[in-house]
């Protein structure tokens, strides 16, 4: 609501400083990413990031007239999506990145700036980019009263998935008497009401959620089959007489992104007897390794492809594996580019 204010403000600060000196004085307007390149919903959400380039355009013509300074630059553009922004501080690295590599000396941000949805986000952000050798400031422009909202409205979407979701849950866990299929959805119905309006960061797809749940379906199997053999393998290091382990700790950084398929995979690996997922940071995950061959697994990549192809469809899958992008060296160097423009959610 208020960045067209916040523009102005800016544009009127990078103006002064060059009208009144000789030095040259850069302006970037940029609007940070809350999705990958590779997002089934990235040509959604790159296409209203670079609309509102588009306008900011216009809005500069209009705030610096005929005549604007000589020694002003102005670039704009969007920022983050190449990786996966969850926390504020994931959003201010982003920022200080693009600052350094830049030499800006001073961010602006839009009063209303919230990239996550429904968690107020300015405030830590701001602390965040404190780590920075960097001034960051608000814009000092006027906004409406108004109470933080909880969350994004309710749709249909969202209370058919949360519904479809809770009554499928309370099944699972019932004997499947007629009363169970009565309580089952009375029940969904109440935690839909009440959690609609909270659910999501982003409105679900009606489209997109049964080829996943499809793909998912595919995926159990495959996962019990690798447990069951890490299974095996850990047996057999714990029952040879001179306990063959090779403890250590490595950094896996995924080709996923999203919150459900981030999750995902550090369970799955936490599942797999051998390894342990201990912390996801972006797309990068600290695991702890038992074994030598648990991690030969890990970087042959056979987890990380499955569930990007239950997440994002077949095309994700061919992605190289992260031994291919040049990780799983002995000294746990992460090296190699996971961006794929091209990947998109087709069957």
């Known amino acids: 609501m208020t960045v067209r204010n916040t523009v102005a403000y800016a544009i009127e600060q990078a103006e002064s400083a060059a009208r009144e000196g000789q030095q040259q004085v850069s302006l970037h307007l940029v609007a940070v990413a809350s999705t990958r390149a590779v997002d089934p919903d990235a040509q959604t959400e790159?296409?209203?990031?670079?609309?509102?380039?588009?306008?900011?355009?216009?809005?500069?013509d209009e705030d610096l007239g005929a005549d604007p300074p000589s020694n002003l630059d102005i670039e704009l553009g969007v920022i983050g999506a190449d990786r996966y922004l969850f926390s504020p501080g994931d959003y201010a690295d982003a920022i200080l990145a693009y600052a350094d590599e830049h030499s800006i000396e001073?961010?602006?941000?839009?009063?209303?700036?919230?990239?996550?949805?429904?968690?107020?986000?300015?405030?830590?952000?701001?602390?965040?980019?404190?780590?920075?050798d960097i001034e960051v400031e608000t814009a000092p422009v006027e906004r409406?009263?108004?109470?933080?909202?909880?969350?994004?409205?309710?749709?249909?979407?969202?209370?058919l998935a949360i519904f479809g979701a809770s009554y499928l849950f309370y099944l699972l866990l019932s004997s499947?008497?007629?009363?169970?299929?009565?309580?089952?959805?009375?029940?969904?119905?109440?935690?839909?009401?009440?959690?609609?309006?909270?659910?999501f960061s982003r409105q679900p797809s009606l489209t997109r959620i049964p080829r996943q749940v499809?793909?998912?379906?595919?995926?159990?199997?495959?996962?019990?089959?690798e447990i069951a053999i890490a299974n095996l393998e850990i047996a057999y290091v714990v029952l040879h007489p001179s306990l063959p382990i090779d403890p250590k700790m490595v950094e896996l950084e995924a080709a996923i992104w999203g919150d459900g398929a981030v999750t995902t995979l550090a369970n799955s690996i936490t599942l797999t007897p051998g390894t342990l997922t201990v912390s996801v940071s972006e797309r990068a995950f600290d695991i702890?390794?038992?074994?030598?061959?648990?991690?030969?697994?890990?970087?042959?990549?056979?987890?990380?492809?499955?569930?990007?192809?239950v997440f994002y469809g077949r095309e994700a899958a061919a992605i190289?594996?992260?031994?291919?992008?040049?990780?799983?060296?002995?000294?746990?160097?992460?090296?190699?580019?996971?961006?794929?423009p091209e990947v998109a959610d087709d069957d």
Not at 46 to 60: N, S
Not at 107 to 128: A, C, I, K, Q, S
Not at 214 to 225: D, E, N, Q
């Open 144 to 159: 409406p009263a108004r109470s933080t909202a909880l969350a994004r409205a309710a749709t249909l979407p969202k209370y």
């Open 288 to 309: 702890h390794s038992l074994t030598g061959s648990a991690r030969e697994d890990l970087f042959d990549g056979g987890l990380e492809r499955a569930v990007r192809f």
């Open 214 to 225: 499809a793909r998912f379906a595919m995926y159990v199997p495959y996962l019990l089959k």
């Open 106 to 132: 001073r961010v602006v941000l839009d009063p209303e700036f919230n990239p996550g949805g429904t968690t107020p986000m300015l405030r830590p952000l701001e602390v965040e980019l404190v780590r920075g």
């Open 46 to 60: 790159l296409g209203q990031a670079k609309d509102l380039l588009d306008r900011i355009e216009v809005w500069l």
């Open 176 to 199: 499947y008497k007629p009363l169970d299929f009565l309580t089952g959805a009375i029940t969904a119905t109440i935690v839909t009401a009440l959690l609609a309006p909270i659910a």
């Open 320 to 340: 190289p594996s992260p031994r291919e992008r040049g990780q799983g060296d002995d000294d746990g160097t992460v090296e190699g580019d996971i961006s794929d």
